[in-house]
């Protein structure tokens, strides 16, 4: 497929550290993202959504952080095989990353201006002068005054800081954002003016999205597709529509059962009891399967692998989703 | 689900061990914490058994053996005076081990104390406290220690006071910030709500947050305690000669340092070895206490 | 700007006045009598009369200060020392250059290692350079310096007679002092810079950093070190401090006529105005330097800038702020 921008496969990451253990934060992830599109990752937090987006742009934390197996490839390009300054290039100007935490995201000693024209000078061939101006365009385009240029993360606040993140990743129009979180922060009105400027500026610059959220409801209104993640894994993957409409994996369903429904009259919500199981131990089999009210003998010995339940690529790790389509 | 069960004892068992004996499993696997604490051990008995230990008094002059090399009899050598240098870095231990204990005592008492009442009533009563600290801390350390000293003339009480009157600031500045900042959460609200006297909150529900910088403070402060009165007997002050206080020794024996250099490097090498032990020993604590300030 | 350090010189003024008291105070309840020291234990209890009379010593405490503090704001005159009758004032010009400039060879040695090994150490986490500087900070924090100066004095002055074992007589005798001062401290200056640059490696912003695709030079000089600066220049200010008081002891074992000496002598010989002013220009040069880093700090860090612009500014800025959002 000529439009896959970029095609994640079989990617392992572990953090390895003398006091835990060895954390398997990432196991085994494969996710193609194409042209123009909205793939949604959601998952609770610690299912290793942001170590995915990290090692996306190969900067997971040095030393204890290691990639231990798979390929991240970029316009079918493998990342993982150029050299750092090759990297450098792609970082920012390719692939740029909207981080979660917009109060510590910045550096608090720099303008604002300077570090978004900082990202523009280092990848296009201007003038500092020149960048400067661009940063001011941008600053304006997420809705803050250029004369704000030269203020300090620190005289912002925690709304008009993520519009500055949103403006520094998108200085430099690239083909894919990643962006973590970019609402998780943020109050409730804020969040949708933020989604609202980032649907708007991707549709201007005609980039794709990987959205990572916990955040059911963002998912619905920006992505095309959505992978649910649980304990580092891949646990059921396909449209938007297969997701909300077709729900197979029952910790999906848990997530929606998480949620309360304006619509429905049933008086409780139905949380998933228990919790996510320590990534430097995971249970052998469906990792899913001690929190699972469906969990056979089979589940808790051995892992059924993504398996499709219907023709347009909706997959599932789930045996019971699979047997009921009467697959396998 | 077994592993579930499994999962369930585990986390019963994480709250079961109590924070005291998680700081200690901690501390127990930090190797320098352990070296440190042993050498201290050993340096702490053989000061106090040194009357026993010591195979002359430290003050048995013989001329007739004076200035001789460390060898059998004399394992670290003789001074000017023919007194065995070992029995006298024993003797002398105490005098240091004391001066630092109770200066450390010293400021500590005070220091924890003005900052509690100083974060704790805050207003005016803050601001005098911190007024006269900053007057305390405008005079570099050593330089107060050395005018307090001069002021109370020679002697071992006088060097503990010198040195522990310098450092209070230092203990009032840790108690202080993290007070100032814990007084305002809900639970100390809820303490003053149901009445509780001003020195139940302080001493049940304030101290206890500081307890662990406090802890690492006096363990370091001892070590820079033992520093600063050896250097305060090195000026002439402090502890006197014929009392065989290590910094006094280093003093005493410098004059010689060109042709009998041994009697300088003993007495030193003492304070160093007492001095890293007690700050490998605070670094341990620090780490075991706060595992987020390890790096 | 200029405004805030006027008030900061301001607020010093207290600050010596208590620690002028402090100082009279001590040395007047000081046990001895300097009358007696001066003139011998023998004289004739007249003339020690005459010479306390002479320098004011038979009047009340705080006539005695008031006149002293008086005298300093006034005249600029410390008092006469009681031993050679000479001005005090003009023995502490004397001697304040000597002791200034090992302080600062001091700190420059101290700021030289200290950080540079530091940053080295916390770039390179738990490598072998890393263990050898930790090693360093280690027995550097735990040595004393007067027996690690006599150690160089040992070793470098009487075995290989590079350096002069003692007195001052030009840049050769400033080397050992300032490396047995400078070295001690380098050791925990180095400590703290190492943690407060590891503390920003991982802070969040230096991987926004590494995201924009910015070169690795770049981010540690610019992103980690700037930010890194604050304890760093902190720790530079105490250790000035540290510097001039351990100057003392240098100067001491190296026989170098400075502040820290004379003050030793005023001490044994109970000449109490020599003392008196010594201690108070030591604290006035540790105060201003103190000023210079708090100046420091608004330059590095934006944050606290914002702190000495006032208030109205800052009131005015969230306003506006909030009527954007």
């Given at each position: 497929m000529s439009d896959t921008i970029l095609s994640i496969k079989d990617l392992s990451i572990q953090y390895v550290s003398r006091e835990i253990g060895t954390c398997r934060a990432v196991n085994n992830v494969s996710l193609d993202i194409q042209k123009g599109e909205n793939l949604g990752l959601v998952g609770e937090t610690g299912a290793g959504k942001t170590t995915i987006a990290l090692g996306i742009l190969r900067l997971t934390p040095k030393p204890q952080g290691r990639v231990t197996s798979g390929t991240v490839e970029f316009w079918?390009?493998?990342?993982?095989?150029?050299?750092?300054?090759?990297?450098?290039?792609?970082?920012?100007?390719?692939?740029?990353?909207?981080?979660?935490?917009?109060?510590?995201?910045?550096?608090?000693?720099?303008?604002?201006?300077?570090?978004?024209?900082?990202?523009?000078?280092?990848?296009?061939?201007?003038?500092?002068?020149?960048?400067?101006?661009?940063?001011?365009?941008?600053?304006?385009?997420?809705?803050?005054?250029?004369?704000?240029?030269?203020?300090?993360?620190?005289?912002?606040?925690?709304?008009?800081?993520?519009?500055?993140?949103?403006?520094?990743?998108?200085?430099?129009?690239?083909?894919?954002?990643?962006?973590?979180?970019?609402?998780?922060?943020?109050?409730?009105?804020?969040?949708?003016?933020?989604?609202?400027?980032?649907?708007?500026?991707?549709?201007?610059?005609?980039?794709?999205?990987?959205?990572?959220?916990?955040?059911?409801?963002?998912?619905?209104?920006?992505?095309?597709?959505?992978?649910?993640?649980?304990?580092?894994?891949?646990?059921?993957?396909?449209?938007?529509?297969?997701?909300?409409?077709?729900?197979?994996?029952?910790?999906?369903?848990?997530?929606?059962?998480?949620?309360?429904?304006?619509?429905?009259?049933?008086?409780?919500?139905k949380p998933i009891h228990g919790l996510m199981p320590d990534p430097a131990n995971l249970p052998q089999g469906c990792k899913f399967a001690p929190r699972c009210e469906f969990c056979t003998e089979r589940c808790t010995k051995q892992e059924q692998e993504l398996t499709a339940v219907s023709p347009d690529g909706h997959l599932v790790r789930c045996w019971r989703a699979v047997e009921e389509e009467g697959g396998v | 689900m077994k592993t579930a069960e499994q999962q369930d004892t585990a986390i019963h068992e994480i709250k079961k061990r109590s924070m005291t004996g998680e700081v200690l499993s901690r501390l127990v696997r930090n190797k320098g914490a352990v070296i440190g604490f042993i050498i201290i051990l050993i340096v702490v008995v053989a000061c106090v058994l040194a009357p026993v230990i010591a195979p002359y008094h430290y003050d048995d002059q013989d001329i007739s053996r004076k200035f001789l090399e460390p060898c059998?009899?004399?394992?670290?050598?003789?001074?000017?005076?023919?007194?065995?240098?070992?029995?006298?870095?024993?003797?002398?231990?105490?005098?240091?081990?004391?001066?630092?204990?109770?200066?450390?005592?010293?400021?500590?008492?005070?220091?924890?104390?003005?900052?509690?009442?100083?974060?704790?009533?805050?207003?005016?009563?803050?601001?005098?406290?911190?007024?006269?600290?900053?007057?305390?801390?405008?005079?570099?350390?050593?330089?107060?220690?050395?005018?307090?000293?001069?002021?109370?003339?020679?002697?071992?009480?006088?060097?503990?006071?010198?040195?522990?009157?310098?450092?209070?600031?230092?203990?009032?500045?840790?108690?202080?910030?993290?007070?100032?900042?814990?007084?305002?959460?809900?639970?100390?609200?809820?303490?003053?709500?149901?009445?509780?006297?001003?020195?139940?909150?302080?001493?049940?529900?304030?101290?206890?947050?500081?307890?662990?910088p406090i802890i690492v403070q006096i363990t370091l402060g001892v070590a820079n305690s033992i520093i600063a009165a050896a250097s305060l007997s090195f000026l002439g002050l402090g502890v006197q000669p014929p009392q065989p206080e290590w910094g006094a020794m280093l003093s005493a024996s410098r004059v010689y340092i060109v042709d009998h250099s041994y009697m300088v490097t003993f007495p030193g090498l003492a304070i160093a070895l007492l001095v890293i032990s007690l700050n490998l020993f605070g670094d341990g604590l620090r780490d075991a206490m706060d595992p987020r300030l390890k790096d | 700007m200029w405004r805030y350090i006027a008030k900061r010189l301001l607020s010093m003024i207290p600050v010596l006045i208590g620690v002028s008291f402090i100082i009279f105070t001590l040395l007047y309840f000081t046990p001895g009598d300097p009358a007696s020291m001066v003139l011998g234990e023998q004289a004739s209890e007249e003339a020690k009369n005459e010479w306390r009379e002479e320098y004011g010593l038979n009047d009340s405490f705080w006539t005695q200060y008031f006149r002293y503090i008086k005298d300093i704001v006034t005249k600029g005159d410390f008092g006469d020392s009681y031993r050679n009758g000479r001005s005090v004032t003009s023995s502490l010009i004397d001697r304040f250059p000597t002791t200034f400039l090992l302080a600062v060879c001091t700190c420059v040695v101290a700021m030289l290692v200290g950080v540079v090994l530091g940053i080295v150490a916390a770039n390179h986490q738990n490598s072998w350079i890393d263990a050898i500087a930790r090693v360093f900070g280690m027995i550097g924090i735990s040595m004393p310096m007067f027996w690690f100066a006599l150690l160089l004095i040992m070793f470098f002055a009487v075995k290989l007679q590079w350096f002069p074992v003692s007195g001052f007589y030009g840049p050769r005798y400033v080397v050992l002092p300032a490396i047995a001062l400078g070295l001690t401290h380098a050791a925990s200056l180095m400590r703290i810079t190492r943690s407060s640059v590891l503390d920003c490696i991982r802070q969040d912003y230096v991987r926004t950093a590494r995201a924009k695709g910015q070169t690795e030079g770049v981010i540690t000089r610019h992103h980690i070190l700037r930010n890194a600066l604050i304890p760093i220049v902190t720790a530079a200010g105490t250790s000035f401090g540290i510097a001039l008081g351990g100057a003392m002891i240098m100067e001491q074992i190296f026989a170098i006529p400075g502040l820290g000496r004379l003050m030793v002598d005023g001490i044994n010989q109970r000449d109490y105005p020599i003392v008196r002013g010594a201690v108070m220009l030591l604290a006035l040069s540790f105060s201003l330097v103190n000023l210079a880093v708090d100046m420091l700090y608004a330059y590095i860090d934006p944050r606290i800038k914002a702190q000495y612009q006032g208030a109205s500014r800052k009131k005015q800025k969230t306003e506006a702020e909030e009527v954007q959002a």
């Amino acid at each position: 497929m000529s439009d896959t921008i970029l095609s994640i496969k079989d990617l392992s990451i572990q953090y390895v550290s003398r006091e835990i253990g060895t954390c398997r934060a990432v196991n085994n992830v494969s996710l193609d993202i194409q042209k123009g599109e909205n793939l949604g990752l959601v998952g609770e937090t610690g299912a290793g959504k942001t170590t995915i987006a990290l090692g996306i742009l190969r900067l997971t934390p040095k030393p204890q952080g290691r990639v231990t197996s798979g390929t991240v490839e970029f316009w079918g390009e493998d990342l993982y095989k150029k050299s750092e300054a090759e990297m450098r290039k792609i970082r920012g100007e390719k692939i740029s990353m909207i981080f979660q935490d917009p109060m510590t995201a910045l550096n608090p000693i720099d303008p604002v201006g300077d570090q978004i024209s900082e990202m523009i000078w280092l990848h296009e061939k201007i003038t500092k002068k020149e960048a400067a101006a661009k940063a001011a365009n941008m600053l304006e385009m997420v809705g803050i005054p250029a004369a704000r240029y030269k203020e300090y993360p620190h005289q912002f606040s925690g709304g008009m800081k993520q519009r500055v993140v949103i403006a520094m990743a998108l200085a430099c129009s690239p083909e894919l954002l990643i962006a973590d979180e970019p609402t998780t922060a943020l109050d409730v009105t804020i969040q949708a003016q933020v989604l609202d400027m980032m649907n708007g500026l991707k549709k201007e610059l005609g980039t794709s999205l990987l959205l990572i959220t916990h955040d059911l409801g963002v998912v619905a209104e920006m992505c095309d597709k959505v992978a649910i993640i649980y304990a580092g894994e891949i646990v059921e993957v396909g449209t938007t529509r297969h997701i909300f409409k077709d729900t197979r994996h029952p910790y999906t369903k848990g997530l929606f059962g998480s949620l309360p429904d304006m619509n429905s009259h049933s008086k409780r919500l139905k949380p998933i009891h228990g919790l996510m199981p320590d990534p430097a131990n995971l249970p052998q089999g469906c990792k899913f399967a001690p929190r699972c009210e469906f969990c056979t003998e089979r589940c808790t010995k051995q892992e059924q692998e993504l398996t499709a339940v219907s023709p347009d690529g909706h997959l599932v790790r789930c045996w019971r989703a699979v047997e009921e389509e009467g697959g396998v | 689900m077994k592993t579930a069960e499994q999962q369930d004892t585990a986390i019963h068992e994480i709250k079961k061990r109590s924070m005291t004996g998680e700081v200690l499993s901690r501390l127990v696997r930090n190797k320098g914490a352990v070296i440190g604490f042993i050498i201290i051990l050993i340096v702490v008995v053989a000061c106090v058994l040194a009357p026993v230990i010591a195979p002359y008094h430290y003050d048995d002059q013989d001329i007739s053996r004076k200035f001789l090399e460390p060898c059998a009899d004399f394992i670290m050598g003789t001074d000017n005076l023919g007194r065995d240098i070992f029995s006298r870095l024993l003797y002398g231990g105490r005098i240091s081990l004391q001066v630092g204990f109770i200066a450390t005592g010293i400021s500590a008492l005070f220091g924890i104390t003005l900052g509690a009442i100083s974060g704790y009533y805050g207003g005016k009563i803050d601001n005098v406290i911190m007024r006269v600290l900053d007057i305390f801390m405008a005079i570099p350390n050593l330089l107060l220690a050395i005018a307090i000293s001069a002021s109370l003339g020679t002697g071992i009480a006088s060097a503990m006071i010198a040195v522990g009157v310098s450092s209070i600031p230092q203990f009032a500045r840790i108690v202080r910030g993290p007070i100032l900042s814990v007084k305002g959460q809900e639970y100390i609200e809820a303490a003053t709500a149901i009445d509780a006297s001003d020195m139940r909150i302080i001493f049940r529900h304030l101290l206890p947050n500081v307890l662990s910088p406090i802890i690492v403070q006096i363990t370091l402060g001892v070590a820079n305690s033992i520093i600063a009165a050896a250097s305060l007997s090195f000026l002439g002050l402090g502890v006197q000669p014929p009392q065989p206080e290590w910094g006094a020794m280093l003093s005493a024996s410098r004059v010689y340092i060109v042709d009998h250099s041994y009697m300088v490097t003993f007495p030193g090498l003492a304070i160093a070895l007492l001095v890293i032990s007690l700050n490998l020993f605070g670094d341990g604590l620090r780490d075991a206490m706060d595992p987020r300030l390890k790096d | 700007m200029w405004r805030y350090i006027a008030k900061r010189l301001l607020s010093m003024i207290p600050v010596l006045i208590g620690v002028s008291f402090i100082i009279f105070t001590l040395l007047y309840f000081t046990p001895g009598d300097p009358a007696s020291m001066v003139l011998g234990e023998q004289a004739s209890e007249e003339a020690k009369n005459e010479w306390r009379e002479e320098y004011g010593l038979n009047d009340s405490f705080w006539t005695q200060y008031f006149r002293y503090i008086k005298d300093i704001v006034t005249k600029g005159d410390f008092g006469d020392s009681y031993r050679n009758g000479r001005s005090v004032t003009s023995s502490l010009i004397d001697r304040f250059p000597t002791t200034f400039l090992l302080a600062v060879c001091t700190c420059v040695v101290a700021m030289l290692v200290g950080v540079v090994l530091g940053i080295v150490a916390a770039n390179h986490q738990n490598s072998w350079i890393d263990a050898i500087a930790r090693v360093f900070g280690m027995i550097g924090i735990s040595m004393p310096m007067f027996w690690f100066a006599l150690l160089l004095i040992m070793f470098f002055a009487v075995k290989l007679q590079w350096f002069p074992v003692s007195g001052f007589y030009g840049p050769r005798y400033v080397v050992l002092p300032a490396i047995a001062l400078g070295l001690t401290h380098a050791a925990s200056l180095m400590r703290i810079t190492r943690s407060s640059v590891l503390d920003c490696i991982r802070q969040d912003y230096v991987r926004t950093a590494r995201a924009k695709g910015q070169t690795e030079g770049v981010i540690t000089r610019h992103h980690i070190l700037r930010n890194a600066l604050i304890p760093i220049v902190t720790a530079a200010g105490t250790s000035f401090g540290i510097a001039l008081g351990g100057a003392m002891i240098m100067e001491q074992i190296f026989a170098i006529p400075g502040l820290g000496r004379l003050m030793v002598d005023g001490i044994n010989q109970r000449d109490y105005p020599i003392v008196r002013g010594a201690v108070m220009l030591l604290a006035l040069s540790f105060s201003l330097v103190n000023l210079a880093v708090d100046m420091l700090y608004a330059y590095i860090d934006p944050r606290i800038k914002a702190q000495y612009q006032g208030a109205s500014r800052k009131k005015q800025k969230t306003e506006a702020e909030e009527v954007q959002a």
